[in-house]
Every structure is written in structure tokens, then in C-alpha cells.
């Protein structure tokens, strides 16, 4: 095992994926290649969803967050685990629904949704719009009298929370594009514009705090923020919140460094504090809704490349450079994250040498982790990069054009494309 079950050697010291040796499987589809355990996928699904309903009570939803990992067969296996999902874009929303996945489910999100986005949400029926601001407000609202129906809606409120994690994914923070701040006073004149406005029904609030937490404590104190200000509309308005989306964020074991998560765990421990918290606040329990991402699928996923060239700087450093980098894999560059790499075809032998690996753009940020540890690499070696189901594919860009690598997912020891690989005629279907 090397982070998780999924991972691990067989016995010709190949890394093996949900069994299947990567060797293999690089050989048979090239490189650069997203894989993905099934398994792993779903068993988070479960965990989510079975602990939502056991500490949250029957109606708790989780939703997938589905900008982490987004292609129609995800969209049917959240569909079959019984799952929402959370869309942002009209894209999302477009694959979601050729995937078949019931609209009624869908949370659409997104801090700037446009005229277009909102009327093609409402045309394939989308249960509920996550509201940012007054002026989409209005927008939803007038697009939902045209139509004659009321529109479900939550309200993103910003609680205003440091998760003490990286600035670049914190967003509960009041100075955010996301969503209306309770101390600016925003919050409370959304929520009182919503309840009086026709063609909407206001049922619940949103927040979401960041990612890749790994505390229960920036959690809770969302929960005691948002429970009091269910609590203040409560005694001004009168009016009864009946939904609480608390947002997505638990964090990754990416490497031996980091932490591994107990999920079901941190839901009761949630749960608990929520529960509390509603009773100290004397408001009804309300539904709640998850929104994971991250933790739902980046664990399943592993990316394959060739090594190139190996260039060893004397008294700097050690280059290893692979066939994709920023635009399969843009995190480094964006955020420095953090992964663990291996040589697939050598995996059992000691991780002794140390070098940067680089991809193979025009762009010396373009780099895929920076003082790793690995197996010594030559020309021709597969290096495979692990816990990379999340933020990758959905990231993937076509810079330097390069065509986006195909995934294959992998079920009970067999292997099955569910994207294909990108070919030169795709990256010029546009041209004119
Ligand atoms: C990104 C995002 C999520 C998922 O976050 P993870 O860290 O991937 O769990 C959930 N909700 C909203 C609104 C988001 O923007």
C-alpha cells in the first residue's frame, strides 16, 4: 500500500492501480493518463452520504462539488450513489444533464452566473439556485416569473472564517468575491430582499469556508456563526431558514506528511456541534447539506507520464522532465500543492534521489513538484504522480497545445475509457 489501498506494487515492482498493473496500462493508452479507482470513488460517496443521514438525520444530502473532477460518467456514478452535486457553470450543468443526472439535485452555484446560465438552469428544471448577490437576485427572480414558477434558492453568506489554510483557496473570508458577510450588515439585507421578492422561495443559507481543511474547528465555528444568524432571522423576519449547506473542504492525505482524514468521524464530530448549536440558539434543526469535492475523489486518481530527459545541474539540482505538466497538472504552479511521485516501473526500490520534476511546457514555473523524493529515472521510465482525481482533469488546459490526456477508469480488476484522449483535430476544431 503506498498512501492508500488502491495503490500499491505487484510482484514485478510495477505500481499497481485498483490492482492493475500502470505499466500496463501506460503501454496500452500512452501517456500522459489520468486513472481512476472506481471503488474509491464510490466508497467516499458511501461514507459521505451513510454518515450525512446517521448523525444529520434521513434528509441530510451531500452534494458532489462536481468542478473537481467533471465528465459524464461521474455525473452517473454521483447519480447511482444517491448523491447531489453542486454545478457552477453552464457547462457543468450541460454535462450533468446529457449524463442523465436528475436535475432536481442540482445545486447551481457560482459567484457570477449569467442571464444565459440562469435561464438554461431553469429550463432543464435545476432544484436549487445558490444566490450570490442582490442583483442575481433580481435576475432569478424576474427569469422566474417569466416562466411562472418560484425558484428554490439558498443565500451564500460569508461567515467570515480563516480556515488557516493556503490564501488562494480561502473564501469564507469577508473581503471575497463569494457571497454576502454577516458583519457588513450585506447578509442580513439579502436575506430580507429574498424573503419579499416574488418568483423566489428562500429555504436555506450556503457557505463554504475553503479547502483542504483538516480541523474540525473551522467547521464549527461556521455552524456557530450561521446558526446564529439563522437564529437573528429568525426573531427580525419572523422567518424559518429550513436548510443549512455548510459547504465542502475536508483536506487530502497527498503525501506521507499529511494527515489522514477520518470523514465519518469529522461529520459526527459536526453533527454533534450543529445539533448543539441549534439548541443553544432554540431554532429548528435544519436540513443539512455537504458539498465535497476534494476528499470525494482526488484519493482515487494517479497520472502517468514518460520520463524525457534527466538533467542533473551539478550543485543545483535534478530535473526530471515528463510528457505533461502544468496543463494536466496546473496545482504546482498555482499553489505549490503538494504530491508524492514514483517510478512505476521501479516502485519497490528506495526513493533515494531527489529532484524537481518538470513538465514540458514553454514556462519555467512549469513543474510538477520541486525536491522530491523518487527512484533514480532514465529515458523511457513511466513516472506516475498519485492522489491527482482532484483539480486536475477539471483544471487541464490545452497550453502549448497540447491535447488533454484521455482517463480510464478502473472497476474490479478491469479497465474502461470514460474520456477519450485528445487528438490534433480536436485542438483545431474552432479554428477558423
Ligand atoms: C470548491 C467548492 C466546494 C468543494 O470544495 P472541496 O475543497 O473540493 O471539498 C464546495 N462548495 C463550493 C461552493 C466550492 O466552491
Given at each position: 500500500m503506498i498512501l492508500y489501498k488502491h495503490f500499491d506494487t505487484n510482484d514485478r515492482g510495477h505500481l499497481t492501480v485498483g490492482g492493475l498493473d500502470t505499466v500496463e496500462l501506460a503501454k496500452k493508452y500512452g501517456t500522459p493518463l489520468y486513472l481512476l479507482d472506481e471503488a474509491c470513488i464510490r466508497e467516499q460517496c458511501r461514507t459521505y452520504i451513510n454518515s450525512a443521514r446517521k448523525y444529520f438525520g434521513e434528509d441530510a444530502l451531500p452534494l458532489y462539488a462536481s468542478k473537481a473532477l467533471c465528465f459524464s460518467e461521474i455525473y452517473r456514478i454521483a447519480a447511482q450513489e444517491g448523491m447531489g452535486v453542486d454545478c457552477v457553470s453552464g457547462g457543468e450543468l450541460y454535462t450533468a444533464k446529457k449524463a442523465g443526472f436528475p436535475a432536481e439535485r442540482i445545486y447551481f452555484h457560482?459567484?457570477?452566473?449569467?442571464?444565459?446560465?440562469?435561464?438554461?438552469?431553469?429550463?432543464?428544471?435545476?432544484?436549487?439556485?445558490?444566490?450570490?448577490?442582490?442583483?442575481?437576485?433580481?435576475?432569478?427572480?424576474?427569469?422566474?416569473?417569466?416562466?411562472?414558477?418560484?425558484q428554490r434558492i439558498l443565500l451564500r453568506i460569508t461567515p467570515g472564517i480563516d480556515p488557516h489554510t493556503h490564501k488562494a483557496i480561502v473564501t469564507g473570508n469577508v473581503d471575497s468575491k463569494f457571497g454576502n458577510a454577516i458583519v457588513t450588515g450585506q447578509a442580513m439585507s439579502i436575506v430580507k430582499k429574498a424573503i419579499a421578492t416574488n418568483g423566489v422561495c428562500l429555504v436555506g443559507l450556503h457557505c463554504h469556508i475553503g479547502s483542504q481543511i483538516f480541523d474540525v474547528e473551522p467547521f464549527s465555528d461556521a455552524a456557530r456563526i450561521m446558526t446564529q444568524f439563522i437564529a437573528r432571522i429568525k426573531d427580525e423576519c419572523g422567518y424559518e431558514i429550513s436548510e443549512l449547506n455548510l459547504g465542502g473542504g475536508?483536506?487530502?492525505?497527498?503525501?506521507?506528511?499529511?494527515?489522514?482524514?477520518?470523514?465519518?468521524?469529522?461529520?459526527?464530530?459536526?453533527?454533534?456541534?450543529?445539533?448543539?448549536?441549534?439548541?443553544e440558539n432554540n431554532i429548528k434543526m435544519p436540513r443539512i447539506i455537504l458539498e465535497p469535492g476534494r476528499s470525494l475523489v482526488a484519493a482515487s486518481g494517479a497520472t502517468l507520464y514518460t520520463v524525457g530527459s534527466v538533467k542533473e545541474i551539478p550543485e543545483f539540482r535534478n530535473y526530471i522532465s515528463v510528457d505533461g505538466g502544468m496543463p494536466d497538472n496546473p496545482r504546482y504552479a498555482l499553489y505549490q500543492s503538494q504530491y508524492t511521485a514514483l517510478i512505476a516501473n521501479r516502485a519497490n526500490e528506495p526513493a533515494d534521489y531527489r529532484a524537481t520534476i518538470a513538465g514540458r511546457c514553454c514556462e519555467s514555473g512549469d513543474l510538477l513538484g520541486e525536491n522530491m523524493e523518487i527512484q533514480r529515472a532514465e529515458r523511457g521510465d513511466i513516472l506516475a504522480v498519485l492522489v491527482t482525481g482532484a483539480y486536475n482533469y477539471s483544471m487541464a488546459s490545452n497550453y502549448n497545445r497540447l491535447p488533454r490526456p484521455p482517463v480510464v477508469m478502473i472497476k474490479d480488476g478491469a479497465d474502461r475509457l470514460v474520456v477519450r484522449r485528445e487528438t490534433y483535430e480536436d485542438i483545431v476544431r474552432n479554428d477558423i
Open positions: 457560482g459567484n457570477n452566473k449569467t442571464d444565459k446560465d440562469i435561464s438554461d438552469a431553469m429550463d432543464m428544471g435545476v432544484g436549487t439556485f445558490v444566490v450570490d448577490n442582490e442583483e442575481e437576485l433580481s435576475a432569478v427572480s424576474a427569469m422566474a416569473q417569466d416562466r411562472g414558477i418560484t475536508l483536506g487530502v492525505k497527498y503525501t506521507k506528511y499529511d494527515r489522514e482524514v477520518d470523514y465519518a468521524q469529522a461529520i459526527k464530530d459536526i453533527s454533534e456541534i450543529v445539533h448543539g448549536l441549534c439548541r
